[in-house]
């Protein structure tokens, strides 16, 4: 009962903030998500990035062993299931990104908060940083066939992260009016991408659930299993292994959506990966934070 309630105690905040998102728009309600998408991850986001990583009390070289055990795991999903999407015979140009990519943002990185506090959160920050530099590069690459560098460079959340690593390798500290600033404007992130998601699955119309139902089910057990093996295999403290774990193992992200649509990919059927393994989430991230918590 103390475990259940401990897991509720975390993922209950999360859903309820993507609900209030969900019945927002359902109720007809104005939510621009261009407008609230671009203020987080040009402002909030980075903001929430820097003061996370600056204030860390992380021993570096585990900042390190996370980071290199993020970067592997990464590579031996991408290899999984890019095997995968060609024995299936499925388009890669659909399929492929939204099966490596997960929502480390919009629910990673709430989940690694509430479940373990700062701490988590700056282990879950590294790993969120890792996907958005390989997402908006490999990733595009994949759907559009012209991933940029500089796009990558030009994302305030990269400049972000290199800063914040900088400030904490060093022990540098902001001003505490400066820092006070930074941190109450990266508290808007959290909240805003949680009813952001919400607003984005109430919109999104999926074509079918089938396809999306099996391959679902197949993205968490992959990914999870890839993120446990790669873990243990570099030896991470409990938390980062934990916050590893969960990160990789997210629902497909809503961002493989917006750029499926804008890149003339089968937006419809990465809709239902959305959708279908969002809604699996419900179940299988309390089933993973029981064995972590």
Same mark, same amino acid.
């Not at 290199?68 to 999407?85: E, I, P």
């Not at 990104?97 to 690694?112: C, D, S, Y």
């Not at 917006?258 to 959305?274: D, R």
């Given at each position: ?8 105690q ?11 998102g969900?019945?927002w ?7 621009r998500v261009a407008?609230?998408?671009?203020l ?8 929430l990035?820097?003061?996370? =990583?600056m204030? +860390? ?11 290199w055990?993020t970067?592997?795991a990464?590579?031996a999903v991408? %290899?999984?299931f890019g095997?995968v999407?060609?024995v299936?015979?499925l388009?890669v140009? $659909?399929? !492929? +990104?939204?099966?490596i @990519?997960g929502?480390? #943002?919009n629910?990673? =990185?709430?989940?690694a908060?509430?479940? @373990? #506090?700062?701490? #988590? ?5 590294v790993?969120f940083?890792?996907m ?7 990733g ?6 012209g /991933? ?13 992260t290199?800063?914040g690593? =900088?400030?904490l390798?060093? *022990?540098? &500290? $902001?001003?505490?009016w400066?820092?006070?600033t !930074?941190?109450?404007?990266?508290q808007m +992130?959290?909240p805003?991408? %949680?009813i ?13 659930? /089938?396809r999306a139902?099996g =391959?679902s089910i @197949? ?5 999870t *299993?890839l993120?446990?093996?790669? /873990? %243990?295999?570099?030896e991470?403290?409990?938390i +980062?292994?934990?916050v590893l774990?969960m &990160?990789i193992?997210?629902p497909v992200?809503?961002?493989s959506?917006?750029?499926a649509?804008k ?5 419809g059927?990465?809709? #239902?990966l959305?959708?279908?393994? $969002?809604l699996?989430?419900v ?11």
């Amino acid at each position: 009962m103390n475990l259940l309630g401990t897991v509720l105690q975390v993922v209950a905040p999360v859903f309820l903030l993507a609900l209030i998102g969900f019945v927002w728009v359902k109720r007809g309600h104005e939510y621009r998500v261009a407008f609230v998408t671009q203020l987080a991850m040009s402002l909030s986001v980075p903001c929430l990035i820097f003061v996370a =990583l600056m204030k +860390a009390d992380i021993d570096r070289d585990v900042l390190a062993a996370t980071f290199w055990a993020t970067c592997v795991a990464y590579l031996a999903v991408t %290899l999984v299931f890019g095997v995968v999407v060609k024995v299936l015979r499925l388009e890669v140009r $659909t399929y !492929l +990104a939204p099966l490596i @990519f997960g929502n480390t #943002g919009n629910l990673g =990185l709430p989940l690694a908060l509430f479940a @373990f #506090g700062d701490v #988590g959160l700056s282990y879950a920050i590294v790993i969120f940083a890792i996907m958005a530099v390989y997402s908006f590069s490999f990733g595009v690459w994949l759907v559009s066939g012209g /991933g940029s560098l500089i796009k990558v460079i030009k994302e305030p959340l990269v400049g972000a992260t290199l800063l914040g690593a =900088l400030f904490l390798y060093n *022990g540098w &500290q $902001t001003p505490v009016w400066l820092t006070n600033t !930074l941190e109450l404007v990266g508290q808007m +992130a959290i909240p805003m991408m %949680l009813i952001t998601l919400g607003v984005a699955l109430a919109r999104l119309k999926p074509d079918s659930f /089938g396809r999306a139902f099996g =391959l679902s089910i @197949f993205k968490v057990v992959i990914c999870t *299993g890839l993120a446990w093996i790669t /873990g %243990l295999y570099f030896e991470l403290e409990p938390i +980062a292994l934990a916050v590893l774990v969960m &990160q990789i193992g997210t629902p497909v992200a809503v961002t493989s959506y917006l750029l499926a649509e804008k890149y003339g990919a089968n937006s419809g059927e990465v809709a #239902g990966l959305v959708v279908v393994s $969002t809604l699996l989430s419900v179940i299988t991230i309390p089933i993973t934070l029981a064995f972590f918590i």
